[in-house]
């Protein structure tokens, strides 16, 4: 079995075997693609196998996109801008908290191993380096834990109504990781409701009250 994530040496590198490949052209592995301007490209083992114990990601965005809420489970993670201006917002599980920093060229916000974060664009382009300190790193999207848990879940553990749930998160039928992703139906349910001028209600025990009753 190979090894994975952190490893404090080069024993992979073997004298009888020479010099491994050390170079490579990482934009031929794109790890996702919504269009041209919002596109992350990967490098890992699996480029360059000597390269154990850290990953990179090329990440590039526009404006009203984001890189959406998810968190690695095997790896820290850290962002360094480019070009352009971010906003890096991390759940900080220890204390039930978020924070949210804007960064921009030459600054870094550093994640821990496991915490819920995602990044927005605030200028009109974004450029950012990505470093993990696992040659394999995983990601957990928030996509995926919308759209894959039972609908019932969320009644059952919060009470909220499952049917609602369900409606709301149908838009949602991949994984997102640039968001929003390109389905008219996404927009149309979701975007376009949210931007009318309607008068907001509010359910108590069931009972549909004005927000003005509340």
């Known amino acids: 079995m190979s090894k994975s994530g952190f ?14 490949n050390l170079s490579v052209n990482y934009k031929q592995n794109v790890l996702f693609k919504r269009n041209d301007q919002n596109i992350a490209y990967q490098l890992t083992s699996t480029q360059l196998p ?11 965005m526009t404006k009203g996109h984001m890189r959406e809420p998810h968190w690695h489970p095997n790896a820290w993670e850290l962002d360094v801008v480019v070009s352009g201006e971010v906003q890096v917002s991390i759940l900080d599980p220890d204390t039930s908290s ?4 804007r960064i921009k060229e030459g600054e870094v916000v550093f994640i821990p191993m496991g915490w819920w974060h995602w990044i927005e664009p605030l200028s009109e382009e974004a450029h950012l380096h990505l470093f993990f300190n696992n040659d394999q790193f995983e990601s957990t999207e928030g996509s995926d834990v919308l759209r894959l848990t039972p609908p019932i879940v969320f009644q059952k553990a919060y009470g909220v109504s499952a049917s609602e749930v369900a409606e709301a998160v149908a ?10 992703p390109n389905n008219p139906s996404f927009y149309q349910k979701s975007y376009l409701k949210d931007e009318r001028d309607e008068r907001i209600v509010v359910k108590i025990n069931e009972k549909v009250v004005p927000a003005e009753d509340k």
Not at 50 to 59: T, W
Not at 98 to 101: Q, W
């Open 50 to 60: 000597a390269m154990l114990g850290g990953a990179f990601v090329d990440l590039y």
């Open 98 to 101: 978020m924070h949210n920093y």
């Open 171 to 180: 838009p949602i039928t991949d994984t997102v990781v640039i968001g929003p």
């Open 7 to 20: 490893v404090p040496d080069n024993s992979n590198i073997k004298k009888s075997s020479g010099t491994p």
